[in-house]
């Protein structure tokens, strides 16, 4: 017995030093270009950071930074409300949205092959220099035209559309309404690329056998939805809002981060440091909290 | 109720005589009033959906090609038609003069050759390192592996913008404090060494992807090769990745196409390097100097979205080729990664 244990245990510690070699690499260069970096931002959010031709010279200063982000910078606040209000209402819409498409797009119908091409495209795109054009934010080339197309291009969306269609003559009211969901329309069907992807592979997950005999039962597609459907891709719910939240922060819309970047580029590492921290804080414990509470609901199948 | 045996009776002798309309006409009679509401529902459903459906997809559809249709529609164009506003989608002079001029504004050839070598480079180191970390994630258990793996979250879940000023001290004096230190700006090592490291553009993803992915995999398999001898590392080298094939495919794909539309990492590192995304985003500078040998020509705002749209067009083409070719990889690759779960 005592020879067996011992014989088991070098094995089970041979096979733990293997993993650390796994992850050795990985490790290594986490520390490097991540772990250090993260901590140096975190200690320049609460200095006052001097840039020398040579070196950075920091000196502690306490919450200055924080203080100075929170009352008295002009633009951040502001930002940062409306980028967090923004998420707060988009999340859950691409979330719907993108699992409606996904359902439609499980059934069969001709064509579907190239519906499906089209809406996974703004996966390729949607992360590049070419969606920033598209978008319309060209503030950075100060383009004045491109304002102009990019005005043109968001808000006559619909328009042109109906135009396109032969519907004329909608009254003004009625426009300024569509060109307002048309704009969001845009944002929405843009970025769900991944998270239709995503509820997709969820979707083909279910059984042939519950559909038959959801039908066989003479169930409603509303009941089947509802019964069948969604407790399937709830696990998929809470990845592809974290994946949403985590896709704003790189949006190329992003007030915040554009205002984090434009501060350090006039070498205010400072501030936009301590901005950078209160953004990704409330984000993070927003993501923490709607973790919990999802994973209180939600049934893993797997694990 | 009461008549339904003398129903079956005469069903049991005539059915044979009856046509098939009347057939159905007597089944029917037998059903129950909800089940015939279901019918008709089910019917009525069947036949409105597929429109509706249509109308929704085509819709929908129509926002995600718009501006590639636009861009299509520009790129070929005089630019004097951006003035004329009788030119909606169909150009008046078609012409191939705006994609040459911009493919020599943006020196395309040699940019795209300088981008894919770094894209694909990066890429496949990036697969490796974060293939192999995920498999030691997912099959050994060591002390602080919990911990560990809370990092891997933690990368995924922090802007790039967080962390990428003390980034760029760190490459610019890379090395040992105070025994030696190189500048790393502008070398393309800044984007190898992250890459072969794992902590690549989104590489935390890619870490749990494969994480994911190899949990899923039956443990047999490595029972298997280590009974024959094989140690750890060979076993993953010969069974894991071979069986794996298909996910490394899609991850690799994935890898490409952010690499491909990275803008924000490499402005950040480089100055002098080109890649495709730094020269679309600053096409409008690039394009004065080049073509009108003047920084600051004037250009009329209006008649500039012709090389704009052209810049856009030859920037995603050769991504536009790779996701015709390789589509399936992309969408159905995810299904079978192991994401799932």
């Known amino acids: ?303 | 109720m009461a008549d339904t045996p003398q129903a079956a009776v005469k069903t049991a002798d005539e059915i044979g005589t009856l046509s098939r309309k009347e057939r159905k006409k007597l089944h029917m009679q037998k059903m129950t009033k909800e089940e015939l509401a279901y019918l008709r529902r089910k019917s009525v459903t069947d036949k409105v959906w597929p429109f509706f459906r249509a109308f929704i997809l085509i819709g929908l559809g129509f926002v995600i090609m718009y501006p590639l249709i636009y861009m299509v529609s520009c790129a070929f164009r005089e630019r004097g038609d951006m003035s004329d506003p009788t030119v909606m989608w169909i150009p008046r002079h078609l012409t191939l003069d705006i994609i040459r001029e911009t493919v020599q504004a943006m020196d395309f050839w040699n940019t795209l050759k300088t981008t894919l070598v770094l894209n694909i480079g990066c890429s496949v180191v990036q697969v490796f390192s974060c293939a192999l970390t995920g498999y030691g994630f997912a099959r050994f258990s060591f002390r602080g592996k919990k911990l560990l793996f809370v990092i891997v979250i933690m990368m995924i879940l922090v802007p790039t913008q967080v962390i990428s000023l003390p980034l760029y001290s760190q490459f610019r004096y890379f090395g040992i404090k105070g025994l030696f230190s190189i500048n790393l700006i502008d070398s393309k090592l800044t984007m190898y060494l992250p890459a072969i490291t794992g902590n690549g553009i989104r590489s935390g993803l890619m870490i749990l992807i494969f994480r994911q992915f190899f949990r899923g995999m039956p443990k047999e398999l490595e029972d298997a090769a280590y009974i024959d001898g094989c140690g750890p590392f060979m076993t993953f080298i010969r069974v894991m990745i071979p069986n794996a094939a298909s996910s490394f495919l899609t991850v690799f794909l994935f890898s490409v196409v952010w690499y491909w539309n990275d803008y924000y990492v490499s402005t950040t590192f480089f100055t002098n390097t080109r890649t495709v995304a730094l020269m679309l985003t600053n096409l409008d500078s690039e394009l004065k100097l080049r073509l009108f040998n003047n920084i600051s020509a004037n250009i009329n705002p209006r008649e500039a979205i012709v090389w704009k749209e052209a810049g856009c067009l030859i920037c995603i083409a050769p991504l536009l080729l790779m996701y015709v070719l390789l589509q399936k990889h992309f969408t159905e690759g995810i299904e079978r990664s192991g994401i799932v779960g």
């Open chain 1, 1 to 303: 017995m005592s020879s067996k244990k011992a014989r088991k245990l070098p094995y089970q510690r041979r096979k733990a030093l293997y993993g650390y070699g796994f992850i050795s690499l990985w490790l290594v260069g986490t520390v490097i270009f991540f772990l250090i970096p993260l901590i140096q931002s975190l200690r320049y959010s609460f200095c006052e950071v001097k840039v020398n031709p040579g070196s950075l010279e920091t000196e502690f200063a306490g919450l200055k930074k924080y203080i100075y982000a929170l009352n008295e910078d002009q633009y951040y606040t502001e930002y940062l409300s409306s980028t967090l209000l923004e998420t707060l209402w988009k999340t859950p819409l691409i979330l719907i949205f993108s699992l409606f498409i996904a359902v439609i797009l499980n059934q069969k119908f001709r064509g579907r092959t190239f519906a499906r091409a089209v809406f996974f495209l703004p996966v390729i795109i949607a992360t590049g220099p070419v969606f920033k054009i598209i978008s319309g934010d060209m503030s950075k080339t100060g383009n004045t035209g491109a304002q102009r197309f990019s005005t043109m291009f968001s808000t006559d969306l619909i328009g042109e559309l109906m135009e396109f269609l032969g519907i004329y003559g909608l009254s003004d009211k009625m426009n300024t309404m569509i060109s307002a969901v048309a704009d969001n329309i845009f944002g929405i069907v843009w970025s769900s690329g991944i998270q239709i992807i995503l509820f997709l592979a969820a979707l083909q997950n279910i059984p042939s056998s519950a559909r038959e005999a959801a039908e066989v039962e003479g169930a409603t597609a509303w009941e089947y939805f509802w019964k069948i459907t969604f407790p399937y891709v709830t696990p998929f719910i809470l990845a592809n809002f974290i994946y949403t939240v985590i896709d704003s922060f790189t949006s190329p819309m992003n007030q915040v981060m554009n205002r984090i970047l434009e501060l350090k580029s006039q070498w205010d590492f400072g501030e936009a440091s301590a901005m950078a921290w209160i953004y990704f804080a409330i984000v993070l414990a927003a993501i923490g909290i709607v973790t919990f509470i999802v994973n209180k609901f939600v049934y893993y199948e797997v694990d």
